[in-house]
């Protein structure tokens, strides 16, 4: 699979565990930044992988700040993109399944790198229902006011 990884500052050093952990099972990963601890601003990257998710580029994002909020906020921003903050793997199972993500947002100062790889890999190893959650799927985005 073909994944888009990104950070801030505070999530740098669980990007880096995750990308190499990613690229371990075979996957092909863009790190899209950034590359040091220097404070950065979390929506800019949450636009870039956003984007990337957007376009095809990358088939899944995995979306790392402090706490997680911020930066799925920023990609939830882009209506092809639907990211799931996830702190275990049920949710993260469930966020595929049901809501088809296909972008993961974690905390990094929250959920260790066991964790955290636990939920990429029930993330990446589910499906999407269809069904019944198709529709609803279709609904976010394409809101009807």
């Known amino acids: 699979m073909r994944?888009?990884?990104a950070s801030d500052h505070a999530a740098v050093d669980l990007k880096a565990d995750l990308r190499e952990y990613?690229?371990?099972?075979?996957?092909?990963v863009a790190d899209l930044?950034?590359?040091t601890a220097d404070r950065v601003d979390y929506p800019d990257y949450g636009y870039k992988l956003a984007s990337v998710v957007a376009d095809g580029t990358a088939q899944y994002g995995v979306a790392l700040c402090g706490?997680?909020?911020g930066i799925s906020i920023a990609v939830n921003r882009n209506p092809a993109c639907r990211a799931a903050l996830v702190s275990e793997p049920l949710?993260?199972?469930l966020a595929r399944e049901h809501n088809n993500a296909n972008v993961i947002a974690m905390g990094a100062r929250l959920t260790?790198?066991?964790m955290a790889k636990a939920c990429l890999d029930a993330?990446?190893?589910t499906e999407f229902g269809g069904g019944r959650h198709g529709p609803r799927v279709d609904k976010l985005s394409n809101p009807a006011f």
């Open 3 to 5: 994944i888009a990884i």
């Open 67 to 69: 706490s997680g909020i």
């Open 112 to 114: 260790g790198i066991d």
């Open 33 to 35: 930044g950034p590359e």
């Open 22 to 28: 990613l690229i371990e099972l075979g996957h092909e």
């Open 91 to 93: 949710s993260a199972a």
């Open 123 to 125: 993330f990446l190893g």
